[in-house]
């Protein structure tokens, strides 16, 4: 029988056995008195928990429930069958509570493994076959309805598609995907039907690459439980200690029946798992996928956070950082017209250039006579103006540079930056610059992180010198790494691993080792299942570094409020002990008072699963 329908039975079989033993003790009418029939409600749980306790101490774990066990026995034979009925229904009551809590907690977590996709829609010459996921083939060219989720990684084929992302990524706006995009399984198409070319199988693609670690989120189990469970274990002996002391100073059994009974059971056993499950769900909510509450917990002490630069504080690949138009020039039309040349170039900036135009709406021509000169740049005409883009060479040959390119040659001079200049009809029009740009968030997000506790900032990046600087001054890092080799990353990351702990956010495979050297490992999986993803202990599933520091929030909160319930519940407890040592609680009065101390830790740990504030720790 599942343990949770037991649970629920063995609340139902207690409740009914109070009710019908209330009935026959205050109407005198029945064939049974109602002693034995409270006994006999109490029974069921006493033989299902002492099986469980057995089935733990087989595996050499003892835990507070043994208090229960205690306290019911030692009510059924001191003639306290009420008492012992009401203990039975309270500790049921909090298992039955419990399970509720942790179902509400994990939804979201099961939410997003219940919609993996399961089909896919192959394209053949034969017409469109339905298939199984784990037989789409890397190459296979799929239709996606509208409604439907993407069933692989995958490369779109038609010229745009509607895209609603926020099961993976956490953002609630469709996005808008260009032809040669990258497309991820699990996303969800909002708009027409598009085709798209599998890059991945199932089982390599994003999606399968998540339920992976919200399996991980769902087993682990974090060292604050852990050490949780231990302290719990001193409990035992001092209610036990202090049962014996009552007894002894009154010589009254029931006096010691009394501190057992409101010391069942523990807040400790009911606080720190909810509260940890809650904020790995909370966090899934966010598109902050934690493997587990090891994770959330390493995440809630980091006071040093280490950034690898390209892909994680920069945008990564070459983008444009600035447009520079000459007098009487317009930045946007000579994007247009350098896009619709550049539309018959296969150079590494036509993809940047191309996408950077269509992203603000241009509507690019057709180009003509167009020549490429390798490594320089090309020419050709579009709306019958002749244009010439590439290097300085190509288009000003020995011409000197006007007085208005100037300032932005002296600006760029040094920097690891493309400068694209921009010719129309054998004038000087614009120079666009290109670079790995700072992403859009990262100042905002490295704020965040310092008001939630991260007390040191640093850099590691395989560039040189001048450019490391030139991200490090603007963001106002405290340390920075460059000329950093996989292995000089590792050896960072555990030199500052030994002065505090310490998280590695990146995004690359050569992030790998230092992701798993780290206390934590952040990766910034937006592009796809990576070694990356693989080896850090966050996943962060939207392209932006924002989350990173959302993530720390959620886990200081988390953290918190699960100290809090078991502070506050083991302190209520502790009172509510001394009272009943010196009989001011009665048994039936502390089971009722403990259930309410269990009822308030439980929805104190639920906390963890809303938004609240970030918490410094």
Known sequence: MNESILRRALLAIAVLGLVVGIGIWRTGFGPIEAGVIWTAATLPVVAALAISMLRDFWIGRVGVDAIALVSMSAALLLGQPLAAVVVAIMYAGGTVLEDFARGRAERNLRALTDRAPRFAHRKSAQGIATIFVDQVAVGDELLVRAGELLPVDGVLLDA??????????????????????????????????????????????????????????????????????????????????????????????????????????????????????????????????????????????????????????????????????????????????????????????????????????????????????????????????????????????????????????????????????????????????????????????????????????????????????????????DAVVADATPAKKVATVEAEKALAPTMMIGDGINDAPALATATVGVAMGARGATASSEAADVVVLTDRLQPVAEAVGIARRTRTIALQSIIVGLALSAMAMIAAAMGQITPVAGALLQEGIDIAVILNALRALGDGHFERA
């Open 160 to 477: 745009s598609a509607s895209l609603d992302e926020s099961a993976v990524t956490g953002e609630p706006l469709p996005e808008r995907r260009s032809a040669g995009d990258m497309l991820r399984s699990g996303t969800l198409n909002a708009g027409e039907p598009f085709s798209m070319r599998a890059s991945a199988l199932a089982e390599q693609s994003t999606y399968a690459a998540i339920v992976r670690m919200v399996a991980a989120a769902q087993t682990a189990k974090a060292p604050f439980i852990r050490v949780a469970d231990r302290f719990a274990l001193l409990l035992l002996p001092a209610t036990l200690l202090v049962a014996g002391i009552a007894w002894y100073v009154s010589d009254d059994p029931v006096r010691a029946l009394a501190v057992l009974v409101v010391a069942t059971p523990c807040p400790l056993i009911l606080a720190a798992p909810v509260a940890f499950i809650g904020g790995v769900s909370r966090a899934a909510r966010a598109g902050i996928l934690m493997k587990g509450s090891a994770a959330l917990e390493a995440l809630a002490q980091v006071r040093t956070a280490i950034f690898d630069k390209t892909g994680t504080l920069t945008v990564g690949g070459a983008a444009l950082i600035e447009i520079e138009a000459a007098p009487g020039d317009d930045a946007d039309r000579l994007l247009r017209l350098l896009a619709s040349l550049e539309q018959a170039s296969h150079h590494v900036l036509t993809d940047s250039i191309i996408r950077t135009a269509r992203a603000r709406k241009l509507m690019l021509s057709h180009p003509c006579d167009v020549r490429e000169y390798r490594g320089a740049g090309l020419k050709g005409r579009v709306d019958n103006i002749s244009i010439a883009a590439g290097s300085r060479g190509l288009v000003l040959a020995d011409k000197s540079l006007p007085h208005w390119a100037r300032s932005g040659e002296e600006r760029y001079r040094g920097q690891p930056v493309l400068r694209v200049f921009v010719a129309l009809d054998g004038r000087l029009a614009g120079i666009f610059t290109f670079g790995d740009a700072i992403r859009a968030d990262a100042r905002e997000a490295l704020g965040k992180l310092r008001s939630v506790g991260v007390a040191r900032t640093v850099m590691l990046t395989g560039d040189d010198d001048a450019a490391a600087k030139r991200v490090s001054t603007l963001l106002d890092l």
